[in-house]
Structure formats: C-alpha cells, structure tokens
T-cell receptor, first 114, second 113 residues
Framework: GQNIDQPTEMTATEGAIVQINCTYQTSGFNGLFWYQQHAGEAPTFLSYNVLDGLEEKGRFSSFLSRSKGYSYLLLKELQMKDSASYLC???????????????FGTGTKLQVIP | DGGITQSPKYLFRKEGQNVTLSCEQNLNHDAMYWYRQDPGQGLRLIYYSQIVNDFQKGDIAEGYSVSREKKESFPLTVTSAQKNPTAFYLCATIEEGSTDTQYFGPGTRLTVL
C-alpha cells in the first residue's frame, strides 16, 4: 500500500526559513513531487526528485533520501504570499496497466506571519 | 494560451440530480485525470484516461462516470449514486517525459444541496 505523512500545519515568520517534511512508505518509488496550493485554487508544480540529494530552485529547495523514505521542502526568505498548502506526492510504478500512480499526501498548511 | 480549463468554478445541484463537470485542454497531452479533494484529505483519483476512447477507474470511481471521445476533452459526470458528492474536483494532464509532471486545471467546487 501507500502511505504519505506530512505535518498538518506550520507557522513561520516572514523572512525566515521553513522546512516541511514528508515521509512515505509505498510499494514502489519512481519520483517525488512537491506542489503548492493556495486556498481554493489548483495545485501548482514546485519540484521533482527521483535521485537522492538536494534540488535548488530559487527560494525553494527539495531534498530526497530514498533509503529513508524521506523528503523535505525548504522555503527561504519567506514571503506572505508563500502562505499556502504544500502537497507531497509519490509516483509508484508498480501498478499494472502501464499507469504510474501518483499518491498525494494530505498537505501541510503553512501560515506566514509578519 | 495553452492550458487546462474547467467550468464552472462553482456549481450547485440538488440531491438526486446528475451533473457533468467539464475539462478541456489544448496542451496536446494524451493522459488526463480526475481527482477529488476534501478537507483534511489528499487528492484522490477518480478516473484517468491515457488515450482517446480509453479510460480506467481510479481509487474512488463509484458514483462517477467519464468519457474520452476527443483528446482535448475529459468530462466527469457525478451521478446520484455518489453518496457524498460535495467536494472540490480537479482535472489534470500529464506532460509526458522523464518526470511525467501533472498539471492541474483551476478546479470546480461542487455543492449538492
């Protein structure tokens, strides 16, 4: 089966750094995605990791450790507009029929305060 | 402009009525998906289609139906058999390649009264 765990809520201060963790137990693994979702809107793609290590993209970085089933999203120089939910999702290639299933976590709601 | 459109943004229906949510894309992507999002839960897959005239059930297909007659369109019908239809519905496509990243439409919030 698939299980993805993220903290439900986090609060951080404008200008600070915040790390959002994600742990997963899945039948197979073929990549991990992070999405940002503002309230009432669609998720938007932030990052993708398939190999161990850190991927940096501007103020956002994402880290993966496949052996530990662990990833984190690091947000630097927080801005008020970063207040949103952050979804961790794992792609599992073990499904038959040629479809690589993506399982989403419940998301971490980040509130940035002045 | 390339993208995914879903209409309407908000939809209200009476209990017992079927309702169809539209999803259109001009990205030329083959694969399309329907998810449902409820408070406190992750996105759950309803149906997906990897190619025209073919679709497969996801994890929570009961009470829903789809069609894929054109590459650009993947409408979802919420039938009266769906016990808890009030939710936020998201349509997505996949940009085929090494990452198979999913891109989402703006969503339709369905409220059944």
């Amino acid at each position: 089966g698939q299980n993805i765990d993220q903290p439900t809520e986090m609060t951080a201060t404008e200008g600070a750094i915040v790390q959002i963790n994600c742990t997963y137990q899945t039948s197979g693994f073929n990549g991990l995605f992070w999405y940002q979702q503002h309230a009432g809107e669609a998720p938007t793609f932030l990052s993708y990791n398939v190999l161990d290590g850190l991927e940096e993209k501007g103020r956002f970085s994402s880290f993966l450790s496949r052996s530990k089933g662990y990833s984190y999203l690091l947000l630097k120089e927080l801005q008020m507009k970063d207040s949103a939910s952050y979804l961790c999702a794992v792609r599992d290639p073990s499904n038959s029929g040629g479809y690589q299933k993506v399982t989403f976590g419940t998301g971490t709601k980040l509130q940035v305060i002045p | 402009d390339g993208g995914i459109t879903q209409s309407p943004k908000y939809l209200f229906r009476k209990e017992g009525q079927n309702v169809t949510l539209s999803c259109e894309q001009n990205l030329n992507h083959d694969a399309m998906y329907w998810y449902r999002q409820d408070p406190g839960q992750g996105l759950r897959l309803i149906y997906y289609s990897q190619i025209v005239n073919d679709f497969q059930k996801g994890d929570i297909a009961e009470g829903y139906s789809v069609s894929r007659e054109k590459k650009e369109s993947f409408p979802l019908t919420v039938t009266s058999a769906q016990k808890n239809p009030t939710a936020f519905y998201l349509c997505a496509t996949i940009e085929e390649g090494s990452t198979d990243t999913q891109y989402f439409g703006p969503g339709t919030r369905l409220t059944v009264l």
